[in-house]
């Protein structure tokens, strides 16, 4: 997706006003009729929202967490770190926590997995656990993304056998299972010949095993493939005797299955050398070639298989070709459904702050779901008081973007702080958090934003005990079992005293757990704050109300945030007229609207609070809307927007028609305002004329469709 670029024109034969009812309207600016009947009954379907938007989801790095199993610390080898990977007292080596402590009894809520079922989450991220190149430099594999047997478990964290365990036992307690797993790299082995700087396809084309040049990315996707030589690399790759036979599966100890270009120049990269070039000296693996994408869909699907696994994070997703999701997936997809793993998910780590940007991999690239690094910008600043709530509000409006023909509503994974940006409490202390007490009631308030604003929460291990780090990376990758680290043990906290010699599992009601459990209780107990739709009402200064609908049964919320030092008084517009409201989360009092639906809300300082209003919204009958279309402000992309004359929340699906086609076919439906969808030019001939309408659902479940409008979206 090209960006910032306008050449894009557009021509919009008229705007009119939706007819009532659900049939013709008096006048259309196009001589297509809306759909009616069957088709407008189709059409008009509530936005579905997959089985990842009720999840809440735990983070965790398995050597950090908690040492089950002593005799594994050095993964089976001997002698110093160098050899072994093992220094505890060292921040950037393996620590000995393992799958046996992260498991833990299964019953016992004071470690291991039903410690964070207590803790009120619904799934687990693992990081990557196949076996890894132990060391790399100054530093060990600790973390899993270093890979070079993908078949089996590492044994610095114990045994296939002890991941089985693992996953059987997260299952009975009703957690999820979600591996990280790694498809743009494996360990370093490969050594390039004549320096590791990057040198690109026009400098160095692609040569077959005959010498004769091609183009990578013209086969990305394809089922063909030129044959190779090790001899024709863009650098002669060079592997030591005894690492010729490392990593597994056997293919991957073939030279020509990477691309051998050299380093990543963050700096300088063009795309190709972001999709091929080596990830900080990690060997980049030939994606484009189908017979890799079919070897790592059977290396992770055999995972799958043999372990029931609930869905994938996936590691450098950005980093991918352009076509390597739209092959792998499916056949993911299919491994799953194989093994019986109903509404398996797999969302990928594309860090980009750039909404328009980040949905480009999601539209263009066919990534299923990504996670919310500009939201995370947007809470972080919030919540530590260096901006106000426009940057949220926009950022949950930028939904459109990733609104498809599927009919599922965009719900990505959202977060605070991670393994390589630094801690939830350091992030919201960069930005102006303060200290003490100040510092906990922010932290407060943003795991209060990740819990009741769209999405599935996640929440990196160890934030639920207060540890803030000194910064990202291996600063803020902490043991929860007592550490040996020094200046951890010496780290000041957030709710609680340096931890000392002592265990993080003893802090059991630490402030940030216990509101973790409540804000988890809240979200079982009221399923809208995880399905329904949002509806952005105040975003003012420290000051963000939304509305969040439960279609079912037709009632409203409303999410309340100040993140000011002082009381804020506000007035919003909701959809519930004439109506008391009970407040069922945080420090304030009930509150009532009026008979046009608008209520003043008192906010006490540095606080969140929802209230759910005591009567259901009432029916308003079929919708009446404008529809409009016009050139996007950041992308060549047409954006459709419906505007309604009703104060009821709906579900709008905007459809487009071609001159010959017989039916509509969805673009994407949206049931937050403001509703719209994108069109986008590249999926039509130039010059194209084509049809575009709106089916409306009302709340009460009427149905309408707006007069069509005759658009020429102009490439």
């Not at 398996?344 to 328009?356: K, L, S």
Request: glycine letters at 10%; hydrophobic letters at 40%.
């Amino acid at each position: 997706m090209l960006r910032f670029a306008r050449s894009l024109a557009l021509a919009v034969g008229a705007v009119v006003a939706l007819g009532l009812g659900g049939g013709a309207a008096t006048a259309t600016p196009d001589a297509v009729s809306p759909p009616s009947g069957a088709e407008l009954e189709g059409l008009a379907k509530p936005l579905q929202y997959s089985a990842s938007a009720s999840q809440r989801i735990y983070f965790v790095m398995p050597d950090r967490y908690a040492n089950g199993d002593p005799a594994n610390d050095r993964g089976g080898a001997t002698g110093l770190r160098a050899a072994t990977g093992y220094d505890p007292a060292d921040i950037g080596w393996y620590h000995g926590g393992d799958l046996k402590g992260l498991t833990g009894t299964c019953t016992d809520t004071r470690t291991g997995l039903a410690r964070i079922k207590d803790l009120g989450f619904t799934a687990i991220w693992i990081a990557p656990v196949v076996v890894q190149q132990w060391v790399q430099g100054d530093s060990a594999a600790y973390h899993g993304y270093w890979g070079l047997d993908f078949t089996k478990v590492d044994p610095h964290l114990g045994t296939d056998a002890d991941f089985a365990a693992f996953a059987d036992c997260a299952h009975r307690l009703g957690l999820k299972v979600y591996l990280d797993v790694v498809v743009n790299h494996t360990a370093d082995v490969i050594l390039l010949a004549g320096g590791s700087s990057y040198r690109g396809p026009k400098e160095v084309p692609y040569r077959d095993c005959k010498g004769r040049p091609f183009s990578a990315q013209r086969y990305a996707g394809g089922k063909t493939f030129p044959c190779l030589s090790a001899r024709y690399q863009p650098r002669q790759p060079l592997v030591l005797p005894q690492n010729r036979t490392l990593k597994g599966p056997g293919w991957l100890n073939d030279v020509t299955r990477y691309h051998n270009r050299g380093d990543i120049d963050f700096s300088s990269c063009s795309p190709v050398c972001f999709e091929q070039g080596d990830f900080f000296g990690l060997d980049d693996i030939f994606t484009e070639q189908p017979f890799v994408v079919s070897g790592l869909a059977q290396v992770w699907g055999d995972w799958i298989r043999r372990y029931k696994i609930d869905g994938f994070r996936v590691d450098t997703a950005k980093h991918m070709d352009r076509a390597f999701f739209r092959s792998w997936v499916p056949k993911i997809q299919a491994a799953a459904r194989a093994a019986g793993v109903a509404d398996f998910e797999i969302f990928g780590e594309i860090f980009e702050t750039d909404t328009a940007e980040l949905s480009s991999f999601v539209r263009d690239r066919a990534v299923p779901n990504v996670i919310d690094f500009p939201l995370q910008d947007a809470l972080m600043r919030f919540a530590g008081g260096s901006a106000g709530a426009k940057g949220i509000s926009s950022r949950l409006g930028d939904d459109d973007y990733f609104r498809g023909p599927n009919g599922v509503a965009p719900t990505p994974p959202t977060f605070l702080g991670n393994h390589d940006i630094g801690r939830a409490a350091l992030k919201i202390k960069e930005q102006g958090g303060g200290e003490g007490a100040e510092l906990l009631s922010r932290d407060l308030l943003g795991h209060s934003l990740l819990y009741l604003l769209r999405g599935a929460p996640v929440v990196y291990y160890g934030d639920e005990v207060g540890i803030i780090g000194r910064g990202g990376d291996k600063a803020a990758r902490q043991d929860l079992f007592p550490t040996k680290v020094t200046e951890w043990q010496a780290e000041t906290r957030v709710g609680s005293p340096p931890i000392g010699t002592g265990s993080s599992f003893d802090l059991a009601d630490h402030p940030v757990a216990a509101h973790l459990r409540a804000l988890g209780a809240l979200r079982d107990t009221h399923p809208a704050l995880s399905t329904g739709a949002s509806f952005v009402r105040v975003a003012q200064q420290g000051t963000l109300v939304v509305s969040r609908i439960d279609r079912e049964a037709r009632r409203e919320y409303l999410a309340a945030f100040n993140a000011a030092e002082e009381p804020a008084t506000v007035t919003v517009q909701t959809a519930t007229p004439s109506s008391s409201w009970t407040t069922l989360f945080g420090p304030g009092a009930a509150a009532t609207t009026t008979a046009n639906g608008r209520a003043t809300l008192s906010l006490p300082p540095l606080s969140a609070l929802l209230y759910r209003a005591d009567s259901a919204l009432p029916s308003r009958g079929a919708a009446r809307v404008t529809l409009r279309a016009a050139p996007d402000r950041f992308t060549n992309l047409v954006r459709l927007t419906a505007t309604p004359t009703t104060a009821d929340p709906l579900s709008v699906t905007f459809a487009v028609r071609r001159a010959k086609a017989a039916r509509w076919k969805p673009l994407g439906i949206d049931d937050g305002g403001p509703y719209g969808v994108f069109l986008d030019p590249r999926r039509y001939k130039r010059g194209e004329r084509v049809s575009v309408v709106a089916a409306v659902r009302a709340s009460d479940g009427s149905i309408s469709a707006s007069p069509v409008l005759s658009i020429q979206p102009r490439r």
